[in-house]
T-cell receptor, first 115, second 112 residues
């Protein structure tokens, strides 16, 4: 079946450090891949997406590349800020979902950035 | 401003009472979704609807009910049959296969 596995948190970094949050997936065909961010007490916001192999999604300094050969979609940022502290969710939308956009989420990774 | 609204933000109920959570969108999306989020966990799909007057059960539909009488609205009722109703509930909408979902701000339900 379809599934998403994220690295366990919390990830604790100092400001301006390099960030990597690992995400791997299991799916048939060619799913679309997403990263969402959730700030405390809020809903999820789409951070970036990639819809086919080798696509790179990017937004607000975050990047992730759709790697079909390793079934991965790792999130990276070169220099984190305190304001990046949040929970990050990796998700996939299976191909052939039958006319609606089903999303399958990972468990989330909490990021804490200290000054 | 297009978006999804959920109300109220916080909701408190006594055990044994049904409660309805509101979700409205003005994005003209056909599909709408309800998720449940428990502390430290990912999102689990409760119900979804692709078109008006049609909806399907998700992974954890027991103890919940929905209606979709208008394209813009997808209310969720948490019934007294739901054994552990205290959670953060998120509504989302989306266009079609392969596209992202847009989320509302969520409703935190506490049942005592």
């Amino acid at each position: 079946g379809n599934s998403v596995t994220q690295m366990e948190g919390p990830v604790t970094l100092s400001e301006e450090a390099f960030l990597t949050i690992n995400c791997t997936y299991t799916a048939t065909g060619y799913p679309s891949l997403f990263w969402y961010v959730q700030y405390p007490g809020e809903g999820l916001q789409l951070l970036l997406k990639a819809t086919k192999a080798d696509d790179k999604g990017s937004n607000k300094g975050f990047e992730a590349t759709y790697r079909k050969e390793t079934t991965s979609f790792h999130l990276e940022k070169g220099s984190v800020q305190v304001s990046d502290s949040a929970v990050y969710f990796c998700a996939l939308s299976p191909s052939g979902s039958g006319g609606y956009n089903k999303l399958i989420f990972g468990a989330g990774t909490r990021l804490a950035v200290h000054p | 401003d297009g978006g999804i609204t959920q109300s109220p933000k916080y909701l408190f109920r006594k055990e044994g009472q049904n409660v309805t959570l509101s979700c409205e969108q003005n994005l003209n999306h056909d599909a709408m979704y309800w998720y449940r989020q428990d502390p430290g966990q990912g999102l689990r799909l409760i119900y979804y609807s692709q078109i008006v007057n049609d909806f399907q059960k998700g992974d954890i539909a027991e103890g919940y009910s929905v209606s979709r009488e208008k394209k813009e609205s997808f209310p969720l009722t948490v019934t007294s049959a739901q054994k552990n109703p205290t959670a953060f509930y998120l509504c989302a909408s989306g266009r079609r296969e392969g596209y992202e979902q847009y989320f509302g701000p969520g409703t935190r339900l506490t049942v005592t």
